[in-house]
C-alpha cells in the first residue's frame, strides 16, 4: 500500500467526486480541500446534498474519488488495491453508522462481537478477551458484555458498536449520524463515548452529523456546501476575570488551496452580491463591493 506521510491523519487536496445516474453526471464533491490534526475531534456537517455523506464514504475506504489527493494516516485512498482496501478498512479506519444494530452480529454477545474483528486480525484469545473487557468498561457498558444486541438499548447498542469500531485500534474513527437514531439524552451518552475514545485511546473522529446540539460539542466543525468546504468554526475554553471558564467559538471562512472563498449565503442576500463582486486590497484585510457600487470613502 502506498504510504505518505504530511504530519496530518487525513489530508484532502482538490478532492473531485462525480457519479455518473443513467447518463447524467453527479458532482458531488467540486475540489474540496480538508486537514485534520491527529488526535482531532472534528464534526463535518452540511444539508443534504451537500457532499458530506460522500466524503465520508471516501475517507472510510468505501468509495473511490474521481479525482484529487486524499490521505488518511499516509494511505493513498486512490492507489489502494482492493486488498489494500479491505485491510485499510480493519486496521486504519474504523466506522459506527447511524443504524444503532448495523454494526452488530445479533446472535453473538457485547463482548463477542468487540472480539470479532479482533479474532479476525488474528489476534490470540487471552487478548482479544482482555481488549474487549477494557473497551467495554471505557464506554460504561461492562455490565452488559454479556447480552445480545436485542437484550441491549439504543444506546447501549451504539457504545457497542463504537467499542467494536475501534478494538483494531485504528488511527481514525469515522461516524455516520451516531446520534440520528437516539433521543437526546441517549445521544449525549453516546457522543460522551465517542470524546471519551477521542480523549482516553487518541484516536481521531471524525462524525459527520446534521446534529446543531452535536457539532457544538467538538473543537472544530467544518461545514460543507456544494462539494466544498465553505467555514470552519473553531471552540477554545478561556479563562474569565472572574476566574471561570468559558467556552469561545470563532467561525472562519475556509480559503481553498486555490484562494477561493465561499460567502455565506446571507451575506451574499444582504449586500445583493451576485455575477462579480469588486476587491481592494488594504493593509491588513480585503473589502469587498457589489460590482458598480461605489466607494462611499472616495
Avoid at 491523519?9 to 467540486?30: F, H, K, M, P
Avoid at 479491505?86 to 479506519?93: E, K, P, Q
Avoid at 471558564?245 to 465561499?262: K, T
Amino acid at each position: 500500500m502506498t504510504s505518505l506521510s504530511d504530519g496530518y491523519d487525513i489530508s484532502c487536496d482538490n478532492l473531485v467526486r462525480i457519479y455518473q445516474t443513467e447518463g447524467v453526471e453527479v458532482v458531488a464533491l467540486q475540489g474540496l480541500d480538508l486537514l485534520v490534526e491527529p488526535g482531532e475531534l472534528l464534526a463535518v456537517v452540511g444539508a443534504s446534498g451537500s457532499g458530506k455523506s460522500t466524503l465520508l464514504n471516501i475517507l472510510s475506504g468505501n468509495d473511490v474519488p474521481t479525482a484529487g489527493r486524499a490521505l488518511v494516516a499516509g494511505h493513498d485512498l486512490l492507489e489502494m488495491s482492493g486488498r489494500d482496501r479491505a485491510a485499510y478498512r480493519r486496521d486504519v479506519a474504523g466506522f459506527v453508522w447511524q443504524q444503532t444494530a448495523r454494526g452488530l452480529m445479533p446472535f453473538l454477545t457485547a463482548a463477542e462481537n468487540v472480539e470479532l474483528p479482533l479474532l479476525i486480525a488474528g489476534t490470540p484469545r487471552s487478548q482479544r478477551s482482555a481488549r474487549a473487557g477494557e473497551l467495554l468498561e471505557l464506554l460504561g457498558i461492562a455490565d452488559c458484555r454479556d447480552r445480545r444486541p436485542g437484550e441491549l438499548s439504543g444506546g447501549q447498542q451504539q457504545r457497542c458498536a463504537v467499542a467494536v469500531a475501534v478494538a483494531n485500534r485504528p488511527r481514525v474513527l469515522f461516524a455516520d449520524e451516531p446520534t440520528g437514531e437516539l433521543d437526546s439524552a441517549t445521544g449525549d451518552e453516546v457522543f460522551a463515548a465517542l470524546r471519551r475514545t477521542n480523549a482516553e485511546l487518541g484516536t481521531t473522529v471524525v462524525i459527520v452529523t446534521h446534529d446543531p446540539d452535536v457539532a457544538g460539542h467538538v473543537d472544530r466543525t467544518v461545514a460543507i456546501r456544494d462539494g466544498r468546504t465553505s467555514s470552519e468554526v473553531r471552540r477554545r475554553t478561556e479563562l474569565t476575570a472572574e476566574g471561570h471558564e468559558r467556552i469561545v467559538a470563532e467561525e472562519y471562512a475556509v480559503l481553498d488551496r486555490a484562494g477561493r472563498v465561499q460567502i455565506p449565503r446571507e451575506f451574499v442576500d444582504q449586500l445583493g452580491l451576485r455575477d462579480r463582486v469588486r476587491l481592494e486590497l488594504e493593509p491588513d484585510h480585503v473589502g469587498m463591493w457589489p460590482s458598480g457600487q461605489e466607494d462611499e470613502r472616495r
